[in-house]
Every structure is written in structure tokens, then in C-alpha cells.
Nanobody
């Protein structure tokens, strides 16, 4: 599967953004989808994920209550709605997929990655 992320940009603290990740292929519903981010000089970290065969979602503690992941299998798209953005949310955001496996926060367990979209939050 090929992933294409979009929706990043430059916003002010407190603003919102919605990222989207479109997947190629006809088996999108069979993929657990995740969002990760990487800030300069830091390791890539888990943000949120949506399971492939249930409505289960999971979030990193630092985004709970602010970010929401959702998926539209008919459109082969996973979204990340980001509200109440903070300067520390500044990073390149990546979508990732793993085939018929449950949610995990471990970067290396995701087999497919999009190219990333930059999110910059000014104070």
C-alpha cells in the first residue's frame, strides 16, 4: 500500500488542523492505521492509531483530549483532527500502516509509511 499524507501547515497556538492520509489499493480496511511525528533532533514517536477490524483507537497521553483519529474506509483515508495545538506539537507528521495486525505504538512494527507533512505551531 502507498500512503500520501497532507494537511500540514503553519498555525498559531490554540488553532486546529486536520491531517489526511490517503492510501492506494483496495484493502484499506484491512490495515491498522497510525499517526506518528518526528521533531527535529528527536526520535519518531507514536501519536494515535485506529485498528483495522474494530472501532478501537489509541492515543499517546500527550494528545488525549486534543487529537482525534478517524478513518473512512470507503475513501481509503485516515484523518487526524488536531485541536488546541501547542508549539511542542511542531513536527513532521507521518501516517503508517500495518496489515491485519492490532494497534501498536512501536515504530518498527508498521510496514508502510507516508512521506510526512510538516506541522508548525507558533506561540
Amino acid at each position: 500500500v502507498q500512503l500520501q499524507a497532507s494537511g500540514g501547515g503553519l498555525v498559531q497556538a490554540g488553532d486546529s488542523l486536520r491531517l489526511a492520509c490517503v492510501a492506494s489499493g483496495r484493502t484499506f480496511s484491512s490495515y491498522t492505521m497510525g499517526w506518528f511525528r518526528q521533531a527535529p533532533g528527536k526520535e519518531r514517536e507514536f501519536v494515535a492509531a485506529a485498528n483495522w477490524n474494530t472501532e478501537l483507537t489509541y492515543y499517546a497521553d500527550f494528545v488525549k483530549g486534543r487529537f482525534t483519529i478517524s478513518r473512512d474506509d470507503a475513501k481509503n483515508t485516515v484523518y487526524l483532527q488536531m485541536n488546541s495545538l501547542k508549539p511542542e506539537d511542531t513536527a513532521v507528521y507521518y501516517c503508517a500502516a500495518r496489515f491485519r495486525e492490532p494497534i501498536t505504538t512501536i515504530v518498527s512494527f508498521y510496514n508502510y509509511w507516508g512521506q510526512g507533512t510538516q506541522v508548525t505551531v507558533s506561540s
